[in-house]
């Protein structure tokens, strides 16, 4: 791998770990400190993810505009900024506006990183993309597991962590990111050579495979809303909960040769791999629904995992390889945004629906909504010529 995709993945590592202090126990902190009902908690979570979609999509269009660095660096220092003010004030109803902070600026970053790694290895096809996606999760998996320790001797604390973290990491951005070249803003935002009716069939494709996308989001953000909340009601301590997490982090760091194997014999295409992720995503849904004791939950993390890995690192790559010349990052903005936008109406969803049925209502429309996103997965290139295989473009005449 490049030099500069490996700096691209120690920032996303920072990233990362310091997010993962406070995401999965913001439900918990929401309703469990502050007092507040599971709806509300998803009304805060959809505000924070509400302003990330924003950020997204704004954060693409700079990608495109200025390129990667100057990006960043606007992102980090609005997020860094929110924390700095969240250390100081995590009370009501201050939490809500850093919140709404936080998901913007922490929005303008990641189209930027991702954009950027698929044009530093752009041979490398899904490989750079799985790189970030792997990062990501290595972040997860250490920020969840100390994130859990911190917050059973003090919940103060998990702000000045994430704080901390972001500091490190716009130092790295500072100094690491600023020689990263790469081919952005003085592009032309569409090729000369590609048709714009084609341009236009592949933002429609796109479209399509992101609905499903949404779903798929969705459904997973319960696990660290509506279902964290569960764990507590029956008992499984803050440590255990943060502990699927760091599962859940260090089976797809671990992981990933295997996968590699995996999907190498089974010559997959980009929407074999994802279909399959979301059948898996079933299972694990499944199982999590039938659980009332942490080794059924320790079963449906692990299973959930498989499903991911299979998922998640595939659409920015379909994305990267449908972008025209010079709108990757607006591209993997719409990606990024889709997936906030699942964690944006998920929360609110979840709670609605625990509050007004039960957790096994919830579970059953979990599934139905897995069942569209595998109709949106089959159905999104119908419309295009070319068809999107294993990280490459190839024809089909």
């Known amino acids: 791998m490049p030099r500069a995709l490996w700096l691209l993945i120690i920032g996303m590592v920072v990233n990362v770990t310091g997010s993962s202090f406070l995401w999965p126990l913001n439900t918990i902190y929401i309703h469990d400190y502050l007092g507040k009902s599971l709806s509300i908690a998803g009304i805060v979570l959809m505000l924070n993810s509400g302003a990330s979609v924003i950020g997204n999509l704004y954060g693409g269009s700079l ?106 990491f716009i130092l790295i951005a500072v100094f690491g990111y600023k020689g990263i070249m790469v081919e952005s803003g003085k592009q032309s935002t569409t090729d000369s050579n590609v048709p714009i009716a084609k341009n236009r069939k592949n933002l429609y494709a796109l479209l399509i495979l992101c609905t499903g996308y949404l779903l798929c989001w969705v459904a997973y953000v319960q696990w660290q809303t509506t279902i964290a909340s569960y764990t507590q009601e029956i008992h499984i301590t803050l440590t255990q909960y943060s502990l699927l997490w760091s599962i859940n982090g260090a089976l797809i760091v671990v992981g990933q040769p295997l996968l590699n194997i995996v999907l190498k014999r089974l010559s997959a ?79 609110l969803m979840g709670g609605m629906i625990v509050d007004m049925y039960n957790m096994s209502a919830l579970f059953t429309i979990l599934i139905v909504l897995f069942l569209i996103a595998i109709g949106t997965t089959i159905l999104y290139d119908r419309n295009i010529k070319t068809k999107v295989v294993t990280g490459t473009v190839h024809g089909q005449f």
Request: proline letters at 3%.
């Open 63 to 168: 990608f495109d505009k200025m390129g990667g660095y100057k990006s960043i660096i606007l992102g980090i220092s609005i997020t860094l900024a929110a924390l700095i003010g969240l250390t100081l004030w995590h009370g009501w109803p201050e939490y809500i506006v850093f919140q709404i902070i936080i998901g913007f600026g922490t929005g303008i970053i990641f189209p930027s990183m991702y954009a950027m790694a698929g044009s530093v290895w752009k041979e490398g096809g899904r490989k750079a993309f799985n790189a970030i996606y792997v990062a990501q999760n290595f972040g997860v998996a250490l920020g969840a597991s100390l994130g859990g320790i911190v917050a059973a001797y003090s919940f103060q604390l998990i702000f000045l962590a994430n704080t901390i973290m972001y500091i490190f």
């Open 269 to 347: 295409s980009l929407k074999l791999q994802m279909i399959i992720g979301i059948a898996i995503f079933i299972v694990s849904f499944i199982v999590a629904g039938k659980s009332i004791a942490f080794s059924g939950f320790l079963v449906g993390m692990i299973i959930l995992t498989i499903g991911e890995m299979f998922i998640w690192p595939a659409v920015p790559t379909v994305a990267f390889t449908l972008a025209p010349k010079g709108r990757e990052g607006f591209y993997q903005g719409i990606v990024n945004s889709t997936a906030t936008g699942g964690r944006m109406l998920g929360p």
